[in-house]
Antibody, heavy 115, light 113 residues
């Protein structure tokens, strides 16, 4: 069955770079797009970016200068890297995918930005 | 970027009531090529990942109770929940997927009166 699992460090220091991995199973990254969505603590959902099935990427305009999304299709993994982290980047980071009429989300990974 | 404006930000309801949540986009989400509105509604309960309820503005995801009704077209959309149940208490988000970035509304928190 389809699964998405986010992983990464729970704590990042201010000004450092966040690196997260979304490991997928049950589908191919060359067939479907994967998205990153985050939720600052106590706030709403923010669409961060997309790794399209063909390898193209799209980013949230507000994050574009700090954000990079890549993938390793052989490992079924999509990566998120965001630099210059600040305290307001604290929150839960999700990866999600849609296959036809089915929509899947990971359980999310909590990231705290603190010194 | 397309801006999604959701209202109200919170709603206090009693079980059995009907509620309406509004979502307005800064540009039309109706694609003329297929006459579909690229608008989805999600439900998020505390401590859980969001769950897709409705896509194409009015198509319920499999397994979603028929008390959840999506409507609207172009720039104005509505999620109606008829006969609210205790299990419906959550935050609801609209999202456009017409053009990247696929922006979300700010959310509507449904609370018990």
């Amino acid at each position: 069955q389809v699964q998405l699992t986010e992983s990464g460090p729970g704590l990042v220091h201010p000004s450092e770079t966040l690196s997260l991995t979304c490991t997928v199973s049950g589908f191919s990254l060359t067939g479907y797009s994967v998205y990153w969505v985050r939720q600052p603590s106590g706030k709403g959902l923010e669409w961060m970016g997309r790794m399209r099935y063909n390898g193209d990427t799209s980013y949230n305009s507000a994050l574009k200068s700090r954000l990079s999304i890549s993938r390793d299709t052989s490992k079924n993994q999509v990566f998120l890297k965001m630099n210059s982290l600040q305290t307001d980047d604290t929150g839960t980071y999700y990866c999600t995918a849609t296959m036809g009429i089915r929509n899947y989300w990971g359980q999310g990974v909590m990231v705290t930005v603190s010194s | 970027d397309i801006v999604m404006t959701q209202s109200p930000s919170s709603l206090a309801v009693s079980a059995g009531e009907t509620v309406t949540i509004n979502c307005k986009s800064s540009q039309s989400l109706l694609y003329s090529g297929n006459q579909k509105n690229y608008l989805a509604w999600y439900q998020q309960k505390p401590g859980q990942s969001p769950k897709l309820l409705i896509y194409w503005a009015s198509t319920r995801q499999s397994g979603v109770p028929d008390r959840f009704i999506g409507s609207g077209s172009g720039t104005d959309f509505t999620l109606t929940i008829s006969s609210v149940q205790a299990e419906d208490l959550a935050i609801y988000y609209c999202q456009q997927y017409y053009d990247t970035p696929y922006t979300f509304g700010a959310g509507t928190k449904l609370e018990l009166k």
